[in-house]
């Protein structure tokens, strides 16, 4: 026997009410069990309320039905309320919301069989960057990542001739080449330092004004201005150096308070500055750079000897007061005259790792030779990509 239409009754006071109540019954009471209701006849179907936010408010959901009942129909209720929620939000615009109206593109590949594709089709066969780029494109944002305040890094080693002065050039135009702020590199080399001129060309730092570390000290207190520090320092394209004294008589004159001062200088000017320490930890000035320094970067060379000394001065740092330094310092393995060929690689690497926060390894480069002037056009590609990665490890113990 089909079911009539069911009649919407406001419940009395005390009562609950239910969804469906048979013609002519009265209201169940809570404590009665329920009994099963037949499905409603298909010539006799259940009408539904006209406004389904006043059939939720006349009738509440029931409780869970008995095993074997059949299962209420779908909640209406809550896809009326999602559609609401949808219309009630503003449409977006050109203004608040232009990127759902420009479709993403490709990165455009260059280089290689991709990037030849690309250039022969007018760019309309894109396979996108190689994993090869995207390695790269990945370390150009890790460089250029904007910083908020002034950095310093500290290179330094135990052992002169290890490549310690061409990574500060290599590694500070590789800086210059990525980041939108030129970085500053400072020569506090005691024993008369040749930063400058390796950035420069012997020939062409002797041709300018012979200004140093020395001359930016005794006016120090007058710089008040980025125009008035640029007097005293020397510009290897965006790289801005300041040159080490060259008086053996005053080039070890340089003290821990006197480095601090400069330090605090440059901050305000400049968001990296790399700082060529010489050889050596304890020489007058280094209290102040390694007191400065935000982080470090260890030369050492491919023999055993080298990477002993590099182990030492870890050590060293460590037990002075500066592990954290030591912790998160860059070893940087320069492969000076081939010498890997010689030795045990992975021996030396093995004795290195797990006492700083990475290492990297320089390959042999004729354009980092002793004394000659570092330019990254001249390098070859696997020692550009090799500052690449010391540059990135650098900003990275920035943030």
Known sequence: MGLGPVRAQQPDAGQPSFRRLAPEQPAQQPATPRQPVAPPSSAAPAAEPADLDEADELHPAEPARESGTVPPPPARATRAGLRAAALSEPAPDFISSPGLFVREQKPRPVGGLRGALYKLTGGSLNLGPSAKQREEDELARRISR???????????????????????????????????DPPCAIDANPDSGDLVERALGEGIYQQQTPRTISDLLRNVDSIDSLTALARYMHHAGRLHLIAGEQDPE??????????????????????????????GVTH????????????????????????????????????HGYEDLARNAVVVITDKDEVSSRVDKDAIEDHLSGICRQLIAVPHDRGVADGDLVTLDALRPETRRAYREIAAAIVDGYV
């Open 284 to 319: 007058n000035a280094m209290s102040g750079i390694l007191q400065s320094a935000d982080n470090l970067i260890i030369a050492a060379g491919y023999a055993v000897s080298g990477a002993k000394r590099a182990r030492s001065t870890l050590h060293w740092l460590a037990d």
């Open 146 to 180: 904007q910083l908020q305040g002034s950095y310093n890094t500290a290179v330094l080693s135990l052992k002169g001739g290890i490549g310690k002065t061409s990574t500060t050039v290599g590694v500070g135009l590789t800086l210059a080449e990525y980041r939108g």
């Open 250 to 279: 005053v080039s070890d004159s340089l003290t821990a308070e006197e480095y601090l001062r400069i330090r605090k200088l440059i901050s305000g000017y400049y968001s990296v500055a790399l700082t060529d320490c010489g050889t």
